[in-house]
T-cell receptor, first 111, second 116 residues
């Protein structure tokens, strides 16, 4: 099925560990985004990409890194996880249209 | 900078009744898009309806319609004949038509309960 796939769906980390969240889309979209969703905070943009090989900071980029080596993939990395990064993470993609396609989210808990 | 405000953290409606969710936004731009997204307990983000700012006609999708007041910067969502499956968080979002980042700016959401 066409869409945005996030891997993994759930993960528990210990403080200081590192991990990478993978977002893959098969719609040939230029734009990809990583959001985090926290209670009472809505969705906040972490990083985004307007094309292969490009990335840019969003509202809350600190503590995260991203890469877009292939057009279909957008990776979000946590180098040294902190409890404040406990959240639900959403990836989204869009072409030069108004339709954003979201993944199903990744629930990340950091102990 | 653009902002989106949803002033109703929680709303409830009786099944089969009509409910209106409020959204206001602040922008100095003339061209933009507005969206309502639904997030059920499954966490999926589902597009409910969208509105182009240059269109005067209010968007409608089946039981969902909007009241778009550009001068007042208001974008409310009306759900008619509410169903139990409509229970969810509803987010209002704004997307600029300027630049090339296509970012969405989100409100904090309204939690809608549907009572049988």
């Amino acid at each position: 099925n066409a869409g945005v796939t996030q891997t993994p769906k759930f993960r528990v980390l210990k403080t200081g560990q590192s991990m990478t969240l993978l977002c893959a889309q098969d719609m040939n979209h230029e734009y990809m985004y990583w959001y985090r969703q926290d209670p009472g905070m809505g969705l906040r943009l972490i990083h985004y990409s307007v094309g292969e090989g490009t990335t840019a900071k969003g509202e809350v980029p600190d503590g995260y890194n991203v890469s877009r080596l292939k057009k279909q993939n957008f990776l979000l990395g946590l180098e040294s996880a902190a409890p404040s990064q406990t959240s639900v993470y959403f990836c989204a993609s869009s072409y030069a249209t108004v339709f954003f396609h979201f993944g199903d989210g990744t629930r990340l808990s950091i102990l | 900078a653009q902002t989106v405000t949803q002033s109703q953290p929680e709303m409830s409606v009786q099944e089969a009744e009509t409910v209106t969710l409020s959204c206001t936004y602040d922008t100095s731009e003339s061209d933009y898009y507005l969206f309502w997204y639904k997030q059920p307990p499954s966490r999926q983000m589902i597009l409910v309806i969208r509105q182009e700012a240059y269109k005067q006609q209010n968007a409608t999708e089946n039981r969902f319609s909007v009241n778009f007041q550009k001068a007042a910067k208001s974008f409310s969502l009306k759900i008619s004949d509410s169903q139990l499956g409509d229970a969810a968080m509803y987010f209002c979002a704004y997307r600029s038509d300027a630049g090339n980042n296509r970012k969405l700016i989100w409100g904090l959401g309204t939690s809608l309960a549907v009572n049988p």
